[in-house]
């Protein structure tokens, strides 16, 4: 492999890769030209130690801040009182992750469990919505089932 000009590739969610393909990636990293930069990210919980006996630069980013976690959910489901558990579950079942944050606002929204606009939501009518069983609502329990249940809307 040769590249004439500096290269950045860029290679999402380690944690799903095939066999296959982390077998690829891991023979790609040993022949890579000096001018080029590789970015692959990971879950925390990932095994990356086969990375281990290359040049790295390690980043972990954290989830956001308690503060800025109850901000987003505030923006984004507004201010009515119904919505109280739904804001005292949804930061520790986020893990500050905004995207799962946004995903769960969505499913709650289309499972009717939400009813209103956006930044002006209310708790839905439906038996188990977020008001009367917030930690185990329809919507999805972790970041893995998010994405999980995203990958299904798209067959």
């Known amino acids: 492999m040769t590249a004439d000009q500096p290269l950045v590739l860029a290679y999402e969610d380690l944690q799903w890769v095939t066999s296959d393909t982390r077998d690829f990636l891991d023979a790609f990293v040993h022949n890579l030209p000096p001018s080029t930069l590789v970015v692959l990210t990971y879950r925390p919980d990932y095994d990356a130690a086969w990375l281990g006996d290359r040049e790295r630069l390690e980043l ?81 329990s972790s970041a893995t089932s998010t994405a999980m249940s995203k990958t299904r809307t798209l067959r």
């Open 60 to 140: 972990r980013l954290d989830g956001l801040a308690p503060a800025a976690t109850r901000q987003i959910i505030t923006d984004l489901l507004g201010e009515d009182e119904s919505l109280a558990a739904i804001k005292e579950v949804l930061p520790k079942r986020s893990g500050g992750n905004p995207l799962f944050i946004e995903e769960y606002v969505r499913s709650t929204v289309e499972a009717g469990e939400l009813q209103g606009q956006p930044g002006r939501y209310r708790a839905g009518m439906r038996p188990g919505t977020v008001t009367n069983d917030a930690s185990r609502g329809s919507s999805p």
